[in-house]
Nanobody, 113 residues
């Protein structure tokens, strides 16, 4: 029900935009978020966007990444700027409300130096 896109091979310093398309749910009725898992590491919360439009960012991406949603398109986005090698990871979209918790399949972002 969540499908990510926008990943790929990006040069260091690049600014890709990830997209999360929602099917069967309405994004503005869920607390949404982006998570990532780097090779050999655990899952990390990158950015979250509450139903009330409150955003929260991991310290490692604060000032570089921006999360938002487009209700008309029923999509959530993550603008990533000034990418670094440490940003290489599979990025996952998440939607949570009450007992409902949905994950996308993930999109790989590889940062090359």
């Amino acid at each position: 029900q969540l499908v990510e896109s926008g990943g790929g091979l990006v040069q260091a310093g690049g600014s890709p935009r990830l997209s999360c398309a929602a099917f069967g749910i309405t994004v503005n009725r869920y607390n949404m978020g982006w998570y990532r898992q780097a090779p050999g590491k655990g899952q990390e919360q990158v950015a979250t966007l509450s139903i009330g439009e409150i955003t929260n960012y991991a310290d490692s991406v604060k000032g570089r990444f921006t999360i938002w949603r487009d209700n008309a398109k029923n999509r959530m986005f993550l603008q990533m700027n000034s990418l670094q090698g440490e940003d290489t990871a599979v990025y996952y979209c998440n939607a949570v409300w009450s007992t409902r918790n949905y994950w996308g399949q993930g999109t790989l972002v590889t940062v090359s130096s």
